[in-house]
């Protein structure tokens, strides 16, 4: 653990407010105490009660087989189709009327799409989806703006029991290229563009970049058509035969799909996630026990009475976030939600309290780092809106310090909303740990307790339970619904990542450190491992490092995540230029051209907030480097112990050329 997180430890656990949940919410409330009570009498009847809140085709008698752990198989054979539980079954519960999407692109325009209509669209497209040659267990990537089409596009593949690969849209050809190759799509929905920031962000040029020939390359394309939405408007170049466009296919579509089941085992999605290693994982999820756990966990923690509320989470779908939570999860449970394509501050800093206050948002769910950047841009920008509509407020994505939460309720919230800070990843598929609204007594700052039917303790090196008052490792004790079932194409690094490190005990090891505190309530410290959180998104240090020496100006190059006020974390980077470079350029021409060539090479997200151009790295004489000295340095904190240097003159070298 670095000497900041110690004392901010220190400084969170003198955190003694306390919000006791308001009788009128607690009347209401969709979660009661007496979940804890069910999961603990049975784990697996409690979660094959909620599995039986959704449609199954052909219901399942099996709840949970773990004879080959840790390779889960939840209601085995049971079958559903995943799409026609998020349309078809509210349509025909007489809900088709119901707003599914209150769409707001960043110009402002803006379209409603009810059930019926969205699932009319899906139809279409599962159609289209099949004369372009998909099928079932084929593999789709999907890089698209945050527009209805991406939604539909989701549910479509999984409506046929194909696989989406979803991409963020704001990752570069190169790494799109690499997750197309990974899972071997043979389809990629994309849009001309998206808004972002007042212009049209380009995306068809990205996949045209992905898809160059190959020729010579030794690289078997496997992608056979490209189905671009009409959105930004922006020019494209055109492969004839392989792009086709969205508006000439899918209205023209018949409207006519049955959703066929498939097994509650079939994969539904790919998700690329940052590991400790250069290569991104592909975090694999199935269709029974992740639709149960993004259901129930949506309509508990959100407290969602799908008849009154609008519901609205800021993520993207490029991230699992936005897979659970906009897409799967409010969809399953027949909720109402704003969809918003855009920036926070397009054209104006308050844009998101704008849209709360047009579509009446009740319920939002966003990051810490959002948060942290309306607190610096003031209180005033939002007080300007009519936020009253708001009851639940929800955080996701990295710890979320006291003064955020303290803001949140107080500028946000109108002193009275209920917070839930919610623990989890893109492996676990749903929340895992949060209070439940309305049950739970709140404190700012922590995560708290573990949802009904979710076991997890905090343990030492050895897998020994640390005890109240106590910091280790954050593991979970038994398996979960919507638990990842691997790596794509990679079942050993599954094994390797998270069950060796406690595989005496069978834990899944998350790679997050955690405290317990005096009443046993959850604190989470960050990663322990060379995983960064910026902004809530995971970066690997490993795959930056990689992206800096791969430009011929690097000789060698260290990456560590440095706290930043508003990011969580950002990327900082020590860089050795080769001499014949360093003659002939600036350093500070050279620090720019490197952000700019990360932000090439992964995504602006993963670009340095700071390049450091050094001499040498601190190693030890093993020659591993001690990121901990840099992330010092990087901190502005003095140098801790760097005794085990193979050279313990060069912290003072490092640090007296970036001063
Ligand atoms: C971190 C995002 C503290 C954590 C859903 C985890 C959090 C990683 C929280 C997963 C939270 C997420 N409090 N830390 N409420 N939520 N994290 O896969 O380090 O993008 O391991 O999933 O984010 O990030 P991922």
Redesign the pocket.
């Known amino acids: 653990m670095t000497d900041t997180t110690s004392s901010q430890i220190d400084h969170l656990f003198n955190e003694d407010r306390r919000f006791a949940p308001s009788d009128a919410f607690a009347a209401d409330a969709v979660a009661t105490k007496e979940l804890y009570a069910e999961a603990e009498a049975d784990r697996e009847a409690f979660w094959a009660e909620q599995a039986r809140a959704l449609h199954w085709h052909k219901p399942f008698t099996e709840v949970l087989d773990w004879s080959t752990p840790p390779f889960a198989k939840w209601f085995d054979d049971g079958e559903l189709n995943v799409a026609y539980n998020c349309l078809d079954r509210h349509v025909e519960a007489g809900n088709g009327d119901r707003v599914a999407l209150l769409w707001e692109g960043e110009p402002g325009d803006e379209r409603k799409v009810t059930y019926a209509e969205l699932t009319d669209e899906v139809k279409r497209l599962a159609n289209v989806l099949g004369d372009l040659g998909i099928g079932h267990g084929d593999r789709v990537a999907i890089y698209m703006p945050m527009i209805p089409e991406a939604i539909a596009a989701m549910l479509a593949v999984a409506r046929i029991g194909a696989i989406h690969s979803v991409v963020f849209g704001g990752f570069s050809a190169d790494s799109l290229r690499s997750r197309i190759d990974d899972a071997g799509a043979k389809l990629v929905i994309t849009a001309d563009g998206g808004y972002r920031k007042g212009k049209v962000s380009p995306l068809k040029p990205a996949v045209d970049m992905a898809l160059a020939d190959r020729n010579g390359s030794g690289v078997q394309e496997t992608v056979e058509h490209v189905l671009v939405v009409q959105r930004g408007k922006n020019a494209v170049e055109w492969t004839e035969g392989r792009d086709v466009w969205w508006h000439d296919v899918v209205p023209q579509a018949s409207g006519e799909h049955e959703a066929q089941p498939f097994p509650a085992e079939n994969p539904l999605f790919i998700l690329y996630?940052s590991g400790t290693t250069g290569k991104p994982k592909g975090i694999l999820h199935t269709s029974g026990g992740y639709l149960t756990q993004a259901a129930f966990t949506h309509k508990v923690v959100h407290d969602i009475h799908p008849e009154t509320d609008v519901f609205w989470c800021t993520a993207d779908i490029g991230?699992?976030?936005g897979h659970s939570y906009v897409t799967y999860g409010p969809l399953a449970n027949g909720t109402t939600q704003v969809l918003y394509e855009g920036t926070p501050d397009t054209p104006h800093p308050g844009r998101w309290w704008e849209l709360v206050e047009k579509y009446g948002v009740t319920i939002l769910y966003t990051a810490p780092t959002a948060i942290r950047s309306f607190m610096k841009l003031g209180r005033a920008i939002p007080k300007k809106f009519d936020l009253s509509s708001l009851r639940l407020l929800g955080?996701?994505?990295?710890?979320?310090n006291p003064e955020a939460w303290m803001w949140y309720r107080k500028i946000i919230g109108g002193k009275t909303t209920p917070i839930v800070?919610?623990?989890?990843?893109?492996?676990t598929g749903a929340m895992m740990i949060s209070a439940l609204p309305g049950v739970t007594e709140t404190k700012p700052g922590s995560?708290q307790v573990p949802l009904p039917g979710i076991a997890i303790d905090v343990v030492d090196e050895d897998g020994t339970h640390v005890g109240n008052g106590n910091g280790g490792l954050l593991v979970i004790t038994k398996p979960w619904p919507s638990m990842l079932r691997g790596i794509w194409g990679d079942p050993e690094r599954f094994v390797e990542t998270y069950w060796e490190k406690f595989q005496k005990q069978g834990y899944y090891f998350?790679?997050?450190g955690a405290r317990l505190d005096d009443d046993g309530d959850v604190w989470?410290l960050?990663?322990v491992d060379d995983v960064m959180?910026v902004s809530?998104?995971?970066l690997s240090t490993t795959e930056i490092e990689s992206a800096l020496v791969a430009n011929e100006a690097v000789a060698e190059a260290a990456v560590v995540g440095a706290s930043d006020e508003t990011t969580g974390q950002a990327v900082a980077a020590f860089v050795i230029i080769k001499q014949s470079y360093l003659a002939a350029n600036s350093p500070d021409g050279l620090a720019q051209t490197l952000r700019l060539w990360v932000g090439e090479q992964i995504g602006p997200i993963a670009r340095p907030r700071d390049v450091y151009i050094v001499e040498e790295l601190p190693k030890t004489r093993s020659g591993k480097i001690m990121r901990r000295l840099l992330r010092d340095v990087a901190e502005g904190r003095e140098v801790g112990d760097t005794t085990t240097l193979a050279d313990t003159a060069v912290m003072s070298v490092i640090s007296a050329q970036v001063r």
């Open positions: 996630t991230w699992v976030t955080s996701v994505g990295e710890p979320i800070d919610t623990w989890w990843q893109t492996e995560a998350a790679g997050d989470f960050g990663r959180n809530g998104h995971r």
